[in-house]
């Protein structure tokens, strides 16, 4: 049987996504309703971590737990990956030893090289390319307080960083239309999915960007935001604010939006900067709930990948 990974969105289908969504919701209700479900007794989950974490560890530990399980927590200061041991060993000693993975580091390619060695499921639990846990999240979160997503017009606004990168891959799957606001020079990839239009392109294309804020949130049914500066670009966050200035989602943005629009944003934030207080903590953010998927969606995850 073939080991199964979730490195990005696009190593699930559509129709696999969607299930795994409509398991997460089942997941939480059962978890609210305090029921004990354990389907992951005595497996032990490896997590490799060379970034920092909250609600990634938080959410992955706690999950295993509830599922009957547990989590080995591996810091930066642990395993030398790619530097006193190759990847491939390491993939292979670890995958002989624990039921899954999850790394969490800077180059995407190392995820991809230890996955190739690795006996079982290997999940990324972000990179510096993408962050496809975040998305379960956030699809679950829509899907909760809105219904599907389908046909749906949806606002990046910032940095075209890991995050934005998810999201364009998430307008493939769940077949959104994605507004990409970004400074000229902080564009994301334009090797991820496909080429994305500009505003003078067919807008049928999952993806248009553009550089005016405004413009993209205008008539959207979800806003979602990130910080200025990503772990390891520390030492440019005063010009990063600077640049990313008019990108604030305050208010006078959201208005534009259609008016039951959601806000979401990842976190940590910063109030002031990428988002106003009046919106992360106003009536149309659902960040604490999208925070609180986090678990519910890895959960799920973790059920599909390790019962194939």
């Not at 049987?1 to 919701?25: K, N, P, V």
């Not at 990956?81 to 390491?90: A, T």
């Not at 307008?171 to 994301?188: D, K, Q, S, V």
């Not at 910080?227 to 989602?249: H, I, L, P, W």
Request: aromatic share 8%; proline share 3%.
């Amino acid at each position: 049987m073939t080991t199964r990974h979730f490195l990005t969105l696009l190593d699930l289908s559509t129709g696999e996504l969607e299930q795994l969504i409509q398991r997460a919701s089942e997941l939480k209700k059962m978890q609210h309703a305090g029921e004990i479900f354990e389907p992951l007794k005595n497996q032990v989950l490896g997590m490799i971590f060379e970034k920092s974490s909250t609600r990634t560890r938080v959410s992955f530990e706690t999950g295993m737990a509830q599922f009957g399980g547990s989590a080995i927590f591996l810091s930066s200061r642990d395993p030398q990956l790619g530097r006193g041991e190759p990847i491939e060993d390491s993939a292979r000693v670890h995958s002989s030893m624990v039921d899954a993975v999850i790394i969490r580091t800077f180059e995407h390619q190392m995820v991809e090289r230890f996955a190739d060695y690795s006996s079982v499921p290997v999940i990324n639990a972000l990179t510096d390319d993408y962050h496809p846990c975040q998305l379960l999240a956030d699809m679950q979160t829509y899907v909760e307080h809105r219904g599907s997503i389908r046909g749906k017009t949806v606002t990046w606004i910032g940095d075209g960083n890991n995050m934005c990168h998810s999201y364009m891959n998430a307008a493939l799957r769940f077949g959104f239309h994605l507004n990409i606001a970004t400074p000229e020079g902080y564009e994301p990839k334009s090797e991820v999915g496909q080429q994305p239009a500009t505003k003078t392109e067919n807008r049928t294309s999952s993806f248009t960007l553009m550089n005016d804020p405004i413009e993209a949130a205008t008539g959207s049914d979800l806003i979602v935001t990130d910080v200025c500066a990503s772990m390891g670009q520390e030492d440019e966050s005063s010009t990063r604010n600077e640049v990313f200035k008019r990108y604030q989602v305050d208010s006078e943005l959201m208005s534009h939006a259609n008016s039951d629009a959601l806000f979401m944003h990842c976190l940590p934030a910063h109030r002031g900067e990428e988002v106003s207080a009046e919106v992360i903590d106003g009536k149309q953010s659902v960040v604490w709930d999208e925070a609180e998927t986090r678990l519910h969606a890895q959960k799920a995850l973790l059920e599909f990948l390790l019962s194939q």
